[in-house]
């Protein structure tokens, strides 16, 4: 399955797993339905063609979870409440992001995302680092 490049999460799953799609350096977008909560640690780790992330339902992304993915320019999590610890570390083409139901932006977050100039939260918001 390493030619596939889009992936689309399957309706019975809530969470994705620690490391599901490490290193996998075909991926182009993924997409899930709003069942999705939880993306474990690494899970999308260094996948270097990552662009798009379509993750409307989810509200935890842990640590690593989308660390090293360098093309990575589009992420739709509307109802993201809490980033972990290096969760987008090194997503150095992510220029924007919006989060408007963020409550807690962990340390290191969106370290190494050089080309980031615009994050947006909304009221939800009580802690960052």
């Keep these: 399955a390493r ?3 889009r992936v689309r999460i399957h309706e019975s799953v809530t969470v994705i797993p620690a490391r599901a799609f490490y290193n996998n350096r075909n991926i ?3 997409g899930c339905h709003n069942r999705v909560k939880v993306v474990e640690e690494d899970a999308f780790d ?4 990552l662009r798009r992330i379509i993750m409307r339902g989810v ?3 842990e640590g690593g979870a989308f660390s090293d993915c360098h093309a990575l320019t589009d992420v739709e999590c509307d109802k993201l409440e809490r980033i972990r610890y290096g969760a ?3 997503c150095e083409s992510l220029g924007s992001i919006n989060l ?5 932006v962990e340390l290191y977050a969106f370290n190494q995302c050089k080309a980031l ?7 939800e918001l009580e ?3």
Excluded: Q
């Design 59 to 61: 509200k935890d992304v």
């Design 46 to 49: 260094f996948c270097p063609s």
């Design 3 to 5: 030619h596939v490049t």
């Design 88 to 90: 987008f570390d090194g």
């Design 28 to 30: 182009e977008e993924v």
């Design 117 to 123: 100039m615009n994050v947006k939260f909304g009221k």
């Design 127 to 129: 802690i960052i680092g």
């Design 100 to 104: 408007p139901s963020a409550r807690i």
